[in-house]
C-alpha cells in the first residue's frame, strides 16, 4: 500500500510564500502523474497543478497560474509545491495524490491520496 505524507504547510502573511512536499513511500516513478489538490472549508476538493512522470509535462489551475510551480524528484520520491505571492483565498488544506495510470485534473482519476497539510494565509 502506497502512503503519501504532505510536509510544509503552515501559516503565512499574504504575499508570502511555502513549499509543501509530499513524500511516497514507493518510488513515484510508478505514477504516470503526482497531483496537488486543496480542499477550503465548506468547499469541494479543487485541483491546484499536477506533473507527469518525465516531469515535462505540468499544468494548474487558472487560480495558481503563475504563482505555483509543480516539481517531482523520482529519485527521493517527492513532490513538491512551490508557493509564492499567496492570497488568503489561497487558504485550505493541501492534498497530494499519485495516478498509477490517470493523465489530468479529475480527482476520481487518482488512485492514492495523502492526510494533507494545512496552508492559512492572512491577510
Known amino acids: 500500500q502506497v502512503q503519501l505524507v504532505e510536509s510544509g504547510g503552515g501559516l503565512v502573511q499574504a504575499g508570502g510564500s511555502l513549499r509543501l512536499s509530499c513524500l511516497a513511500s514507493?518510488?513515484?516513478?510508478?505514477?504516470?502523474?503526482m497531483g496537488w489538490f486543496r480542499q477550503a472549508p465548506g468547499k469541494e476538493r479543487e485541483f491546484v497543478a499536477a506533473i507527469t512522470r518525465s516531469s515535462t509535462g505540468g499544468w494548474y489551475a487558472d487560480s495558481v497560474k503563475g504563482r505555483f510551480t509543480i516539481s517531482r524528484d523520482n529519485a527521493k520520491n517527492t513532490v513538491y509545491l512551490q508557493m509564492n505571492s499567496l492570497k488568503p483565498e489561497d487558504t485550505a488544506v493541501y492534498y497530494c495524490?499519485?495516478?498509477?495510470?490517470?493523465?489530468?485534473?479529475?480527482?476520481?482519476?487518482?488512485?492514492?491520496w495523502g492526510q494533507g497539510t494545512q496552508v492559512t494565509v492572512s491577510s
Open positions: 495524490a499519485a495516478g498509477v495510470r490517470y493523465n489530468g485534473a479529475r480527482s476520481s482519476g487518482y488512485d492514492y
Open positions: 514507493g518510488s513515484i516513478f510508478n505514477f504516470n502523474t
